[in-house]
């Protein structure tokens, strides 16, 4: 069919559901499509493991001193959680920035790595968490595939997967393949680093010591601490408080909680010191954020 006949298509499929700026997860679960259309956006954010195609438009994410612009018809793929900058480079009403994106379930890549020779796996592992290329013309099929799924709601049972899995396949050997592969393989350091990652996610309001998580992960704690910050551009340590904002955020926006219970559900000790934490992170206050 050719890169750009598949591109319209895409592009036309995304505008007939997403008639308003907005994140909308489908019918098909870890599938989520997103329409923005004002070019000065910005937002601090948590990039997670997921595929994104951007159909239209460009984005600018920072990680750390990192920074990566994905345009038209290229995917960005987070192979790990990384606190960032999202920036809107490229979006008009007119033209409006349109992304699709899949999650990235970590144990069937695993599997299919299991299965798959190592010499079809492409690219380098780049051992940071972000990872971009063009979409070659199978990739945008098996988007516009899933897309077009949303039409047919009784096959999704039964197809979606099936595309889910082409699109993790044809990830593996594109030349992001090793990076995902980093991320996927048990006993890599980017693997010990997703360990880590995950029990700072199910555990972030707890306090730990460095020495204790990179034992959990079969690292030594000079090891450790570097390859996190190189993966993740950060320390454990800051990592831990990014998480615990970015919760506070959606439980003051989501759940209607007041700054000080946040606060200390997230397992700060001090509303004050909270406050004064998340507007270096955010640039506004908790209060001002909730009242925007």
């Known amino acids: 069919m050719g890169i750009s006949k598949i591109s319209a298509q895409l592009k036309k499929a995304a505008l007939k559901r997403l008639a308003v700026p907005g994140y909308v997860s489908t019918d098909i679960p870890g599938f989520y499509m997103n329409r923005v259309d004002d070019a000065a956006r910005s937002e601090k954010c948590f990039y997670r493991p997921k595929v994104i195609l951007m159909v239209q438009g460009s984005k600018r994410a920072v990680v750390g001193s990192e920074e990566t612009v994905y345009r038209e018809n290229q995917c960005l793929v987070p192979g790990i959680d990384v606190p960032g900058t999202s920036y809107v480079v490229e979006a008009s009403p007119q033209k409006p920035l349109i992304t699709m994106s899949v999650d990235l379930d970590i ?111 079969n690292m030594a704690p000079t090891t450790f601490h570097r390859h996190f910050r190189k993966v993740t551009s ?25 700054v000080a219970r946040a606060a200390y559900a997230v397992g700060y000790e001090s509303p004050t010191q909270f406050s004064r934490e998340y507007k270096r992170l955010f640039g506004i206050s908790p209060k001002q954020d909730v009242s925007a």
């Open 234 to 258: 950060v320390s454990p340590i800051q990592y831990q408080k990014n998480l615990r904002l970015h919760e506070a955020k959606r439980l003051m926006i989501a759940e209607s909680e007041t």
């Open 107 to 217: 144990g069937a890549i695993s599997q299919m790595i299991s299965e798959m020779p190592l010499e079809k796996i492409s690219g380098d592992g780049l051992c940071r968490g972000l990872a971009v290329s063009d979409a070659d013309e199978g990739m945008m099929g098996a988007f516009l595939r899933l897309v077009e799924l949303l039409d047919r709601k009784d096959e999704i049972p039964v197809l979606a997967p099936i595309t889910i899995r082409e699109i993790y396949s044809r990830l593996l050997i594109s030349p992001m393949g090793r990076h995902v592969r980093e991320f996927c393989t048990i006993g890599t350091q980017s693997n010990q680093i997703s360990r880590a990652v995950k029990w700072l996610k199910e555990n972030f309001s707890r306090p730990f010591r460095i020495e204790d998580l990179a034992r959990y992960v």
